[in-house]
């Protein structure tokens, strides 16, 4: 069994790390660039690194702040935020990231998912689904819907159908991200989890909802998850890095242990 991984996520704006409540009301907490060095030393296994305004305001991501980190850290690295081509993607890499993740463009232009697993592996690629709950109709019959543009668009299709079109296309990861958990510290959304993680065949990082360690231990049990990305239960120094391993070792959850 492959060990699960923990992933500190930096939601970058303006160039600050910042941290809001269902994407909004963001507070400004930190430089990503210390921060990303302060989760590499603390045994993190990657780093998701989120430009969260450039699709909505239409403009590239913050390449300087990418390829600061990338100098800074020694472990997998995956960016987002206003990648909208396959030239950005290659930008990106180029910067010292190690996988791209496309949502708000893979949305509206889904070659991209294929095109950029054809240039650069699909190892590369990572499908970023931010999804909101709604009544299951016979358009979302899943009753979780895509949204976009930093969940200000909603997108009329349905997570499931979307999640495995993106793995036909190439992806060769989801990030799922439920909008109605994140922020609030009360637990990830284990049925959308468990949804997405048992019909796709490849990995599916659980986000949004991280508050203790045992929200760890359900969404990587129960959820079915390959790995979780946390924000606010470390970022504001409630729990480190090394705690939320050492809890989901003693409770059986295979994960790797740096100390």
């Not at 305001?57 to 909208?84: H, L, N, Y």
């Not at 010292?96 to 054809?118: D, F, H, L, Y």
């Not at 190892?123 to 895509?146: A, F, H, N, T």
């Not at 990995?203 to 606010?232: E, F, N």
Request: contains cysteine; proline residues 3%; hydrophobic residues 40%.
């Amino acid at each position: 069994m492959l060990s699960k991984r923990i992933i500190p996520c930096l939601d970058v704006r303006e160039g600050k790390t910042t941290k809001g409540i269902k994407f909004q009301n963001n507070v400004d907490i930190g430089d990503p660039v210390e921060m990303a060095r302060f989760y590499y030393e603390a045994g993190a296994d990657e780093i998701v690194f989120y430009d969260i305004t450039a699709s909505y305001e239409k403009r590239d991501i913050m390449i300087d702040v990418v390829r600061c980190v990338a100098e800074t850290i020694f472990i997998p690295f995956s960016v987002g935020g206003g990648i909208r081509t396959v030239e950005d993607m290659r930008t990106v890499l180029l910067a010292g990231a190690e996988k791209i993740s496309v949502n708000s463009a893979a949305v509206k232009s889904p070659e991209i998912i294929s095109e950029g697993a054809k240039a650069f592996g699909s190892q590369c690629v990572v499908l970023g689904m931010d999804v909101k709950q709604v009544e299951k109709s016979e358009k979302i019959p899943s009753g979780y819907e895509i949204v976009i543009n930093g969940g200000r668009t909603y997108m009329g299709i349905d997570a499931l159908k979307w999640a495995i079109e993106g793995q036909e296309r190439g992806a060769g990861e989801i990030c799922l991200n439920s909008i109605d958990a994140d922020g609030t510290r009360e637990g990830y959304e284990l049925n959308l989890t468990a949804l997405i993680s048992q019909n796709v065949d490849i990995p599916v990082i659980a986000s949004g909802g991280a508050g203790k360690p045992d929200h760890l231990r359900d969404v990587l049990t129960k959820g079915s998850a390959d790995a979780a990305l946390i924000a606010s239960m470390t970022h504001y120094g409630t729990y480190t890095v090394s705690e939320i391993k050492t809890y989901l070792d003693d409770q059986g959850v295979k994960v790797r242990m740096t100390w």
